[in-house]
């Protein structure tokens, strides 16, 4: 659905380091994408050529197979938006802002917009000044227009920034039907790696504009077997351990069993040489850990 | 086309309903208020009164609503015309990009060039009826001072020499004078709309809009570079005056195509850079 290809972008001076440097990947029709980094890693960078608002110095983002770069018009009527703090005219009624928005994208019937107004729960308050508004409703009226009209694709900047929890956990059950009932592709963008994880099927992760990482949120999980082991024998676990080629760490309790073997195998091999197995937890991965050791690993390969 | 107008219609509808719109307005009128009481100054009413019947006869004939309306105008536009257009010409791009209001819009289907040509045609619609605004209520106040009918007499240091109309035709000419300054602020608009399309802050669209349009009208209307006066058709500010054939006795109609011709090339040239500049820039937050 999307596929942003060989991307680069410089701001000001070559000599400067790049905004985003030949980063490519692919979001497939009916998937949470997230975009991850820390804050001017490239994110919004990326999320504007992906828009056709910032020009890329070499590469292109297709969505749908449309061209960005050479069709953004035609681009743009798959595609919905929503920015960081999004910014209406606050002077006019959320309703008014939904018809100059929409107006753009060829009008949109009131019974359409109405619908819309409804189904992100601004039925209430639509037809008060955006002044008004909450940080929570002006995020749901943010959604209203991305989705009007009807969009394959939703590409969400920072969206759940300064949402309450509530607001946070509302926003992310309406991604969720809109990718399953709709079958809208979403790409999001965040620095929150909770949320991320929560909401996303697949990641990319942005370090200093490069892509560092590319790959499932849950599958990270497996990439690491970690297990906390409480034993009365603790030299006896780390002799198995070993010959095994795995690594364990007293201070900590920890154990890193290779994946290709079964963790049974330590249990049995413990129990057959008399050691108290008195507690076994696999510990699981989160995207924060994968996200610590992206960084860890960046930083080893600078020095 | 009718998408054009169909954008069109809401970009009016957002610009008319912002509050700050009709604070400029306001403004105006205040302005008016203020020409009209220094025009009632004893002082000032005998000077007018010698004048009048100097150069037309009946001061009670002559000194109509209609005079009194072309006075209000000249005043008021004279004070802050360049300063307000300058103003709504500098913001209508900049102000929106610096809100953040133009993302929203870019993330729509469609493209630059159309959307500034919305804006640049609502900057158009708003100055018009601005002017038809400042028109209307001078010549209201007009009508209340002096009463409906008489005579107009108009003179301006640009005019050769006064003119002179009955009511009818006076109406007529005082009514072509709104569209006739349209034109003429083509370049100040253009100018600053074409500023407004850069990475520029709003403020510095209009204060750069406001002193290239005074160093232009100071170096070719100053005595102080007689020099100058060689190539006063070389200079911006002086065309910008042709309005005022609007109200001669005989419209030159050569000189103001000749003019028109000047003042729309320029607002396009304006619009064109500005679109090129537009159209190259990356919009971010």
């Known amino acids: ?303 | 086309m009718i998408e054009f107008f169909r954008l069109l219609k809401w970009e009016l509808f957002r610009m008319y309903a912002r509050p700050r719109t009709y604070i400029g307005f306001a403004v105006f009128l205040l302005v008016e208020g203020l020409v009209l009481f220094l025009l009632n100054r004893p002082k000032v009413q005998s000077g007018m009164q010698n004048w009048i019947e100097q150069v037309a006869g009946g001061f009670d004939q002559f000194f109509s609503g209609l005079t009194l309306a072309f006075i209000l105008v000249g005043g008021t536009v004279f004070l802050l015309g360049a300063p307000f257009l300058s103003l709504v010409s500098g913001d209508i791009v900049a102000k929106e990009s610096e809100d953040g209001n133009l993302r929203l819009l870019l993330a729509r289907p469609v493209s630059r060039l159309k959307l500034l040509m919305v804006k640049y045609a609502s900057c158009q619609i708003y100055a018009l009826s601005l002017f038809l605004f400042i028109s209307t209520s001078a010549l209201l106040v007009g009508v209340i001072e002096r009463g409906w009918g008489g005579g107009y007499v108009v003179m301006t240091p640009e005019m050769p020499r006064v003119s002179i109309f009955e009511w009818d035709e006076g109406l007529i000419r005082f009514y072509l004078m709104p569209f006739f300054l349209l034109i003429s602020y083509l370049p100040l608009t253009s100018f600053a709309f074409m500023l407004s399309c850069m990475r520029i802050k709003p403020a510095a669209a209009t204060i750069i809009t406001l002193a290239v349009v005074m160093a232009d009208f100071v170096l070719a209307n100053f005595p102080l570079f007689p020099l100058f006066k060689e190539y006063r058709d070389w200079f911006v500010t002086p065309r910008m005056q042709m309005w005022v054939y609007s109200q001669y006795q005989d419209i030159p109609w050569p000189q103001v195509i000749e003019n028109w011709a000047w003042l729309f090339g320029i607002g396009l040239t304006g619009f064109v850079l500005g679109w090129m500049s537009f159209e190259r820039r990356d919009i971010k937050s």
């Open chain 1, 1 to 303: 659905m999307l596929k942003v290809s060989h991307v680069s972008k410089h701001f000001g001076r070559k000599s400067k380091p790049a905004a985003l440097d030949d980063l490519s990947f692919t979001v497939e029709k009916g998937e949470i994408f997230g975009l991850l980094g820390h804050n001017g890693a490239g994110k919004s960078t990326a999320l504007g050529i992906m828009l056709g608002m910032v020009y890329p110095d070499s590469g292109e983002v297709t969505i749908g197979g449309v061209s960005v770069q050479k069709q953004r018009e035609k681009a743009m009527r798959k595609t919905g938006a929503i920015f960081e703090s999004p910014n209406f005219y606050d002077y006019l009624s959320g309703w008014r802002n939904l018809q100059v928005l929409t107006a753009f994208s060829g009008g949109v019937s009131k019974k359409d917009i109405s619908e819309m107004v409804e189904w992100v729960g601004l039925e209430k308050r639509i037809h008060d000044t955006v002044r008004t508004y909450s940080h929570g409703m002006r995020q749901r009226l943010a959604l209203a227009q991305a989705l009007l009209p009807r969009p394959e694709m939703l590409l969400l900047d920072e969206p759940t920034d300064g949402l309450d929890p509530d607001g946070i956990v509302e926003f992310r059950k309406q991604l969720f039907a809109l990718r399953d009932d709709f079958g809208v592709t979403i790409l999001l963008n965040s620095h929150l790696l909770a949320e991320v994880e929560i909401t996303c099927d697949r990641v990319v992760i942005l370090r200093g504009g490069k892509k560092v990482y590319q790959g499932s949120c849950r599958g990270l999980v497996q990439e690491e077997d970690s297990y906390r082991f409480e034993v009365d024998q603790w030299q006896v676990l780390e002799q198995i351990v070993k010959e095994h080629h795995g690594e364990s760490i007293q201070s900590e309790n920890l154990v890193k069993w290779p994946r290709e073997q079964d963790i049974a195998t330590l249990v049995s091999e413990l129990v057959a040489k008399g050691v108290q197995l008195r507690q076994v937890v696999k510990l699981e991965a989160s995207l924060e850990d994968l996200y610590m050791k992206v960084r860890s690993t960046e930083g080893d390969e600078k020095s």
